[in-house]
């Protein structure tokens, strides 16, 4: 096989998939745990949040640290911090819950800005979209199973049982992670740190400064807030209102994702261009998904779970298909650090969809909270329409 199904950055995605697979479960059952041990949904949404929200601050760092130590060195060091967070999980409560979600928003930021620019930097140009669509595809297939084992082992009322599975997937993934290299000899990457007008703090100020970045941006913001709405209060929702099984719903949010993202991946734009139509039709099916998850007790269990299938859809497609573009019209000097700022940008989203939507949930319901995601993918559907198709500058090749 060749390029981004090639063995070398197969094995990558294993490793992807491993590192994830926890998370997949954390996701689901930190929720239901926090409920059972009387958490409000504002208290709940900080600590889920502090995971994205932690690597968000980390990512435009990840970078720059990674050129000067080496790929090599930086993911044996996260992948033990990772396996030292996932330990505190199986021995405490939400407090050290919130400690281990910041630990593991550190290992993540490092973790996937290092696979993620791999991937962009060395597959040829017309491979890109399809090599991070990939690398997505590989991090989201532990959810097919996972929020199934979350609601299991929360229905089994055994948090022992908790500890030794995320424990045996924490040591694991780090032997597993010990052994991959990106080449036979890791390259000596010194000589080759870039010298950029911005550094790790002022980069931050590039996102309001280049227009590109502020639309992609934004549209990541708001799209992931929904996503992180969703994969954070579904399960307290379906619980709480008692109509449909959240495992069931993100698992096939979770198939949608991965069928998605395979059969649809040749289909994401790798051209460098914009296209405003493309994008609203993806995201008008997140506008749809939000308004029916609103209505949901309504509606009935088989049309909420259609509208999984929706949010799983989008989720594939938007995410690399601005990954892809900015890789093309983002200035060549300091591109990795500028991608690093929008992948910050999902994440953000993702922290927000738990921080900003919890207290929100709490003032007006669940409802309301999912109708107000719907209106602002609205907002982002009209930035697209409106936003002019932008020639690829040469300056980005």
């Known amino acids: 096989m060749k390029g981004a199904m090639a063995w070398p950055f197969l094995r990558l995605y294993i490793l992807t998939l491993m590192f994830f697979s926890a998370n997949a479960i954390l996701n689901v059952f930190i929720p239901l745990r926090g409920h059972d041990l009387g958490a409000t949904n504002t208290v709940i949404g900080i600590v889920m949040g502090a995971y994205m929200l932690t690597a968000m601050v980390f990512r435009p760092w990840a970078g720059q640290i990674i050129a000067r130590v080496g790929p090599i060195k930086v993911l044996r060091i996260i992948l033990i911090i990772n396996a030292i967070a996932l330990i505190i999980y199986g021995f ?3 407090e050290g819950y919130f400690v281990a979600r910041v630990m593991q928003g550190v290992c993540t930021a490092f973790f996937s800005m290092s696979l993620q ?14 090599g991070v669509s990939l690398y997505s595809l590989f991090s989201t297939i532990p ?7 979350a609601v299991g082992i929360w229905n089994a009322n055994n948090i022992s049982l908790f500890a030794i599975v995320i424990i045996f997937i924490a040591l ?3 032997f597993f992670g010990y052994r991959v290299t990106f080449a036979e000899q890791e390259p000596d990457t010194s000589d080759k740190i870039e010298k950029m007008p911005f550094n790790a703090v002022t980069v931050f100020a590039q996102f309001f400064k280049n227009k590109e970045l502020l639309n992609s941006g934004i549209i990541m913001i708001v799209a992931s807030i929904v996503f992180g709405a969703v994969s954070t209060f579904v399960p307290l929702y379906t619980v709480s209102l008692g109509f449909a099984n959240a495992g069931i719903f993100l698992t096939i949010q979770a198939i949608a994702v991965v069928a998605a ?11 460098g261009m914009w296209h405003p139509k493309y994008m609203v039709s ?32 989008t989720q594939a497609m938007v995410y690399p298909t601005l990954t892809s573009y900015l890789s093309f019209v983002l200035p060549k000097v ?64």
């Open 282 to 313: 993806v995201l008008s099916l997140l506008v749809i998904a939000s308004f029916v998850v609103a209505f949901g007790p309504q509606v009935g269990a088989i049309i909420f779970y259609g509208s999984a299938i929706l949010i799983g859809m």
């Open 334 to 397: 300091g591109r990795n650090m500028l991608l690093g700022l929008f992948i910050a940008c999902a994440d953000l989203g993702i922290s927000l969809g738990g921080a900003l939507m919890g207290p929100i949930s709490d003032l007006v319901g669940f409802k309301w909270m999912y109708l107000i995601c719907g209106m602002l993918v609205i907002v982002i559907m009209i930035m697209s329409l409106l936003k002019k198709p932008t020639p690829r500058p040469a300056s980005s090749l």
């Open 143 to 149: 959810n097919l199973i996972g929020p199934l084992v």
């Open 117 to 130: 620019l791999g991937i962009i930097d060395a597959l040829p140009e017309e491979h890109r979209s399809e």
């Open 92 to 94: 405490t409560g939400l």
């Open 172 to 174: 694991t993934t780090t």
């Open 261 to 271: 993202r395979f059969y649809l991946r040749k289909y994401i734009p790798s051209d």
